[in-house]
């Protein structure tokens, strides 16, 4: 059985070991999950301005990155935004065909902390490039991510 068959992003229990190295030949299945933020995070994204920051509230803000695409679900409860993703499950910052993050260095802080922070601490839903193909779980709308809320 492949890697790609028996990883799921969705089951900590298939993931494997964060080890340095790893991401080099994954297909950053971990960028298939949603990704959670704050307005730190968007600030530094460009999405939001320091004016938009101080003067608007968090809802709003959220309203305003819902309707452009950007942000698909705030928690009220947590002031958390939840990044959009693609059909497929990406990120909207991942490439589709590098399988790289294009902000990495502007990248939100739930990108930085994983694997170290997240559903299981130090282990990554890793799965190789070349089996991308035959993957058999990709993101799916609603469940949890590698945010510390749960919403
Ligand atoms: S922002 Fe970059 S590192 Fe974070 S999930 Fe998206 S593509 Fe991956």
Redesign the pocket.
């Known amino acids: 059985m492949s890697t790609a068959n028996r990883v799921d992003v969705d089951r900590t229990d298939t993931w494997t070991r964060y080890r340095k190295g790893l991401c080099a030949g994954c297909a950053?299945r971990?960028?298939t999950?949603p990704?959670e933020v704050r307005v730190p995070d968007l600030l530094r994204l460009g999405l939001v301005e320091p004016f938009e920051a101080e003067h608007e509230t968090p809802a709003a803000i959220a309203r305003r990155l819902q309707r452009a695409g950007i942000v698909g679900h705030f928690s009220h409860k947590h002031a958390v935004f939840t990044?959009a993703q693609r059909a497929g499950g990406?990120?909207?910052?991942?490439d589709a065909t590098s399988r790289?993050?294009?902000?990495?260095e502007r990248?939100?802080e739930?990108?930085r902390q994983?694997p170290a922070v997240g559903p299981r601490p130090g282990y990554c839903p890793y799965g190789p490039a070349s089996d991308q193909a035959t993957s058999v779980t990709l993101s799916r709308p609603g469940r949890a991510g590698?945010g510390a809320s749960r919403s």
Not at 90 to 94: F, G, H, I, Q, S
Not at 100 to 104: A, D, E, G, P, S
Request: glycine letters at 0%; proline letters at 5%.
């Open positions: 950053a971990c960028c999950m990704v990044l990406d990120c909207l910052y991942l790289l993050c294009t902000v990495y990248r939100p739930t990108c994983h590698r």
